[in-house]
Structure formats: C-alpha cells, structure tokens
C-alpha cells in the first residue's frame, strides 16, 4: 500500500506524461489545452524513474509548470494539495517514492500523443501539428543545433527553422484562430527557447547566433 506523505516533491519536478488512459480528462475538460505542453520527439527532458536528463525518444503530452518553474501547476505550493487529485492522472496514481516498480512499469509505455488527443479537442489541430513537425521534427534540428557554432551552413538552416516556428504560431493564431493558451500543446514549446539546451542564444535582434551557457544535450554526431 502506498504511503505517500504528501510532501509534494515529485509534483514539484513536474507535471507527469499524459497516458492513453488520461484521454477522458482531455475530453471532460478536467485538463485543458492550456494545462497542457507537448515535449516533442528528441527533446531533452527529465526521465522520472532514472532521474536524468536524456532526448526523449517519443513525444509526450505533460502538465504544464506553474510560475515559470516545473513545478505541476495543480499543486498548491502552501499546502501540497493536488487541484485535481481524485482525477489526477495515472502516472500520478503510479508514483510511490517508497516502491517505483509501478511507476517503471508504466512509465513510457502507452503515452498519450498529439495524433490522439488533438482530434478529440479541434477537427484542425492535428492537421497544424503535422504539418509543423514537418519541419521542425527534433531529427533534424538537434544535429544541426550541435554543429551550428562551428558550421555555418547548420547555422543558417537552424535559424531558418526557428524563425520559421515562430512565424508558423502566429499565423496560426491569426489565420486558422488557435488560442495562445492551445500554442504550447499543438507545437510544443518554441524552439527559440530550447536553442538554451544546446547553449546557444540569438543575439543582435534573432539574426544571429551565439554561444550562450552549457551544452546539456549529449552530443549525437
Ligand atoms: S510520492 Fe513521494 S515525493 Fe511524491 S508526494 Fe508522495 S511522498 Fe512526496
Ligand atoms: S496532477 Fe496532482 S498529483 Fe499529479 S503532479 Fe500535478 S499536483 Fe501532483
């Protein structure tokens, strides 16, 4: 049996991965499109039961932070309360810091994807996630994000494909009326802001860019 203290620490590392099973939350409206982030294919994210930062090798829909941390924004920072505990989704339902077998069993397998949840939300939103993915997918982006500060050519093609992404958000805010609250779970989180995985930055208003802090992502080439 579970002996959870209900300290909070794990919800404060971030809201878990969506799972097939989650699905009816989205349907219900008990999780909307702005409670929700999609870490795309080959982002660096934090894997929970290894307790490392590795590239994830299948996309995953989360619960977003709170404040601008990752900390699960159904948590209630005073009193370590779950908003939406009897509703929580299944891999909270898994976590046990005492016993992490459930949690391992479950933990990549079944996870929610944009092809599945986007259809249930908006007949177009998936259309849009293909169709950006197309050419932001991170197989393509993360080689070149690792050579660009020696290689100039894999420079101009990752600016290409950032100023891209940007442009593809706000056209489709204007053109096809995605809210901004929908944005981080149709296209994931801009790439702009994950270049900072990589250790780079754009300098001189985005037309150029720079080395910045640490490379965190393994190097793949
Ligand atoms: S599962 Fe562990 S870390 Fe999470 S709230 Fe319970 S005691 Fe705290
Ligand atoms: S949904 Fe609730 S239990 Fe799950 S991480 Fe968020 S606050 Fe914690």
């Known amino acids: 049996m579970s002996r959870c203290k209900a ?3 794990c919800c404060r590392r971030g809201g878990p991965a969506l799972h097939r099973e989650d699905l009816a939350l989205l349907e219900a409206g008990i999780l909307p499109p702005a409670a929700l982030v999609t870490l795309r294919a080959g982002e660096l994210a934090r ?3 290894r ?3 590795a590239p994830l090798s299948g996309e995953a829909i989360t619960l977003a932070g709170s404040g601008g941390l990752w900390s699960c924004l159904y948590l209630d920072a005073l009193s370590n309360r779950c908003a939406i505990y009897a509703e929580r989704p299944a891999q909270c ?3 046990c810091c005492e016993d992490t077998s459930a949690l391992a069993a479950m933990y990549d397998r079944g996870r929610l994807t944009r092809a599945e949840a986007l259809p249930q939300l908006h007949p177009d939103w998936s259309a849009l996630a293909g169709a950006h993915e197309d050419e932001c997918a991170w197989a393509r982006l993360a080689p070149l994000a690792l050579r ?3 290689d100039a050519e894999a420079g101009r093609l990752l600016l290409e494909a950032v100023r891209f992404d940007q442009a593809f958000r706000e056209l489709a805010v204007e053109r096809a009326a995605v809210p901004d609250a929908a944005l981080l779970l149709i296209f994931g989180r801009p790439l702009r802001v994950l270049l900072a995985d990589f250790g780079l930055a754009f ?3 985005g037309g150029r860019l720079v080395r ?3 490379l965190l992502y393994p190097d793949i080439l």
């Open 7 to 9: 300290c909070g620490a």
């Open 47 to 49: 894997d929970d039961v």
């Open 51 to 53: 307790g490392v930062l």
């Open 93 to 95: 339902r898994a976590q």
């Open 148 to 150: 660009a500060p020696y």
């Open 203 to 205: 300098a001189d208003g």
């Open 212 to 214: 910045s802090g640490l």
